[in-house]
């Protein structure tokens, strides 16, 4: 996918997989589970979820979309966070644009740009981390003002809990090290992870999420453990096994590490991880060249440990004309949220989704290449 291409190009050589620096970190972990790219097959989703129907995200010229980075639904509100356009979108649960999230500038109440956002469902409140002003800027859902606090740090992705923001800053801190848990009132960094002699090239994700009963995982693109948040730190939830493909090395300040990492052929770089009840589900890469690389997507069974890899074999029995791109876009309430993107549809496969049922349902009928993408919805079962 020519989007996905975009965004990680630039840092690909370093899409490896290592463990922790921090032993204390891996304490206590029992469960691992074993992902093998050459097990690869069909995904059925109706296997896991019932095909909840579509969203067309209605198109003007103020909600134009160039690329989803992430989809969160809030009520009867549809959040679209368009990373390239460095925009929050609202539209209705029926796909109608309602209007920007609050007002970009210099002034108190505007952002910048931001590279991370979180969503507290329950206050229907949105925040965006914004490095260009060290602050963190909190809209309602309505894009009324709410509150700036500034941080010390800059931060790719964030998290804030009630001591303070926990932040993935990539080693830009004075300890060096890349997770920082920083205290709300005094900014002093009152826990931290994950230490490294080097910067690492920034790869973010959602690498915090919150699942429906309030647990947090947390998950490093430079390692294969899955972890949870806790108030004394981190604990590790599920240890990723690539098999022999895996870095062999375990300190991120070894004199092997940089030589290692440079090398072909690593499987790694987790990201767009997501949870709900016993589903877990997360996307990979297999690294061989500096301009190539597959990208994988995992589906696991948390019941019973079984694994599911596949890429762009997901398929569906409903009576979507189209299949959806295969990476997650979002993760609400057990509401699966897949992407048609017109985009990178051919004219054939245009035609064919104009004139499905599903589309004169939804009242479109004028689909070309520049439409907004269609949300795909599944309900987890």
Not at 46 to 71: H, M, R, W
């Amino acid at each position: 996918m020519e989007n996905i291409k975009k965004l990680f190009l630039g840092g690909l050589f370093l899409f490896i997989l290592f463990q922790c620096n921090n032993t204390t970190t891996e304490e206590g972990l029992t469960n691992t589970v074993n992902v093998d790219i050459n097990k690869k097959e069909t995904f059925y989703l109706d296997s896991i979820a019932d095909f909840g129907g579509i969203v067309p995200l209605e198109v003007t010229d103020e909600s134009y979309i160039k690329e989803i980075n992430q989809v969160y639904l809030v009520d009867s509100f549809i959040v679209v966070w368009d990373s390239p356009m460095n925009n929050i979108l609202i539209f209705n649960d029926k796909g109608r644009y309602l209007y920007n999230l609050g007002s970009k500038g210099r002034g108190p109440k505007e952002y910048l740009s931001f590279e991370s956002v979180y969503v507290d469902y329950n206050k229907r409140h949105i925040s965006l981390m914004d490095n260009s002003k060290l602050s963190v800027i909190t809209y309602d859902i309505f894009g009324n003002f709410i509150s700036e606090d500034e941080v010390p740090y800059y931060a790719y992705a964030f998290y804030p809990d009630k001591k303070g923001y926990w932040m993935l800053d990539y080693g830009q801190n004075p300890l060096k090290d890349n997770l920082i848990l920083v205290d709300c009132e005094s900014k002093d960094i009152i826990q931290s992870f994950m230490g490294t002699n080097d910067n690492l090239i920034v790869m973010s994700s959602n690498n915090f999420f919150e699942d429906e009963l309030g647990n947090v995982l947390f998950h490093f693109p430079y390692l294969n453990t899955i972890y949870t948040l806790e108030e004394d730190g981190l604990k590790p939830f599920l240890r990723v096994d690539f098999g022999k493909l895996q870095n062999p090395y375990t300190d991120m300040k070894s004199s092997n590490f940089h030589d290692v990492i440079k090398s072909n052929n690593y499987v790694g770089g987790i990201h767009n991880l997501y949870k709900y009840e016993d589903h877990l589900f997360f996307s990979f890469y297999k690294y061989h060249g500096s301009n190539n690389i597959d990208s994988y997507n995992v589906h696991i069974s948390l019941l019973d440990n079984k694994v599911s890899v596949f890429d762009f074999n997901l398929r569906h029995t409903s009576e979507l004309p189209v299949s959806p791109l295969p990476t997650i876009i979002g993760l609400s309430d057990g509401k699966l949220i897949y992407q048609i993107d017109p985009n990178i549809l051919d004219e054939a496969l245009i035609d064919k989704l104009k004139d499905s049922d599903l589309m004169r349902d939804a009242g479109v009928s004028a689909i070309t290449a520049e439409y907004n993408p269609i949300l795909v919805i599944y309900d987890l079962k």
